[in-house]
């Protein structure tokens, strides 16, 4: 094509070269996210069990929980893919909180991503909400409980396992599991340790999510991600689950809303710093650098100042 012909062909940047377009981008890969990974669960908990296409009822077995992992591992991989570009992806407040602690990301559009992050988590479990709708009518009829909907609720958001009595044991597997998050993501995407070549980066973070699922995910729900907790939490109120929404209320444990966004901003947190100064500092000083056939994808604002 002519250059007269780009030209003719190109858009005005406007907007496109604001934090407007991160902001964006972020709402659209969280969307991706909760989509697919609240679409999982709905499946394994509704859709095909009530569906005759699984002889399956509600968590019989571990194939269940492992359908549940993989789906999000899914889910992160592919909104990585799509966000990753534009705004680096980061689809969790806790990890946009970290980036910004680390001083790889500027505190100024911290909000913006966070609140994007929420907005698109909200709407991916609405979207799931529609789709699915009736198969959780099916399930909550045939509860037949004093809350019907008790049993649907874990489609969108977490709780905690029914052997724990008080905060503790979920907080503390919320904030480990997102210490390894962070410390895995920041391992993947350093330059001078070793960086994954042809963009497998997301992939390799989504099988992160698969191994912290499957080794720490009964005890809470494996949050690790204040957004993908609270967007389809609120939502969840809104449709009318009530008390077990917000604020959280279950049967042993109430006022849980919190744990799931406190624990995983603090465990972010250790999780980079963990990595910053055990691994980090300690290729600087080795005088390591970045291989020369890395290619650095996905321009931000200050990138392109």
Do not use: C
Request: glycine share 12%; hydrophobic share 50%.
């Amino acid at each position: 094509m002519s250059a007269a012909a780009e030209s003719r062909y190109r858009k005005p940047a406007g907007w496109r070269t604001t934090p407007v377009g991160e902001y964006l981008s972020e709402f659209l890969g969280t969307f991706v996210l909760i989509a697919f990974g609240d679409g999982v669960v709905a499946m394994a908990v509704a859709a095909l069990p009530g569906s005759g296409r699984s002889s399956q009822g509600i968590f019989l077995g571990s194939g269940d929980w492992l359908t549940i992992t993989f789906g999000w591992a899914m889910a992160v991989t592919f909104a990585i893919y799509v966000a990753g570009g534009v705004s680096g992806a980061h689809i969790n407040p806790a990890v946009t909180i970290a980036l910004a602690a680390r001083r790889l990301f500027p505190w100024a559009k911290a909000p913006g991503y966070i609140v994007a992050q929420v907005a698109g988590a909200f709407a991916g479990a609405a979207l799931v909400w529609l789709l699915y709708k009736d198969a959780m009518d099916v399930v909550e009829n045939a509860v037949k409980s004093g809350d019907p909907k008790a049993s649907t609720f874990g489609i969108f958001a977490t709780s905690p396992a029914a052997y724990f009595g008080d905060y503790t044991g979920p907080f503390l597997t919320e904030l480990i599991g997102t210490a390894f998050l962070l410390l895995f993501v920041m391992a993947l995407t350093d330059a001078i340790n070793q960086p994954p070549r042809a963009n497998l980066a997301p992939l390799l973070v989504g099988l992160a999510v698969f191994a912290i699922g499957t080794s720490y995910g009964a005890n809470s729900g494996y949050a690790i991600n204040p957004a993908r907790d609270f967007g389809p939490r609120l939502f969840a109120w809104i449709a009318g689950w009530g008390d077990n929404a917000m604020p959280g209320n279950t049967l042993h444990i109430d006022w849980y809303f919190w744990v799931p966004i406190v624990a995983p901003i603090l465990g972010g947190l250790i999780g980079a710093f963990l990595y910053h100064v055990a691994v980090h500092v300690v290729l600087e000083a080795r005088g390591e650098t970045a291989p020369a056939d890395i290619e650095v994808r996905g321009r931000t604002v200050e990138d392109m100042e």
